[in-house]
């Protein structure tokens, strides 16, 4: 969907990903989402709660991800 949008899981991202590697893969899906690259001021606190609410979610996603062939109790996140 989004090809700028980059893997954030061990082994392809060889660190745990950080909260700005979250939040710029959040804007991405924003962004291809809704059309806009940067929204209009009036569309721009209902951008900024959609990218919270997916960089949340990602985190979420991530912390969760038990990553089969990982280092012993290593989780992604």
């Not at 979250?22 to 209009?40: D, E, H, M, N």
């Not at 209902?46 to 609410?53: G, I, W, Y």
Request: proline share 5%; charged share 30%.
């Amino acid at each position: 969907m989004c090809r700028s949008i980059k893997t954030l899981r061990p082994p392809v991202l060889p660190e745990e990903a950080t909260e700005d590697d979250i939040r710029a893969a959040a804007l991405q899906y924003v962004r291809k989402v809704s059309g806009f690259r940067a929204p209009a001021a009036h569309n721009r606190e209902v951008f900024d709660r959609a990218v919270d609410a997916v960089a949340e979610a990602t985190a979420e996603l991530l912390a969760g991800l038990e990553v089969r062939g990982a280092a012993a109790g290593r989780r992604a996140g």
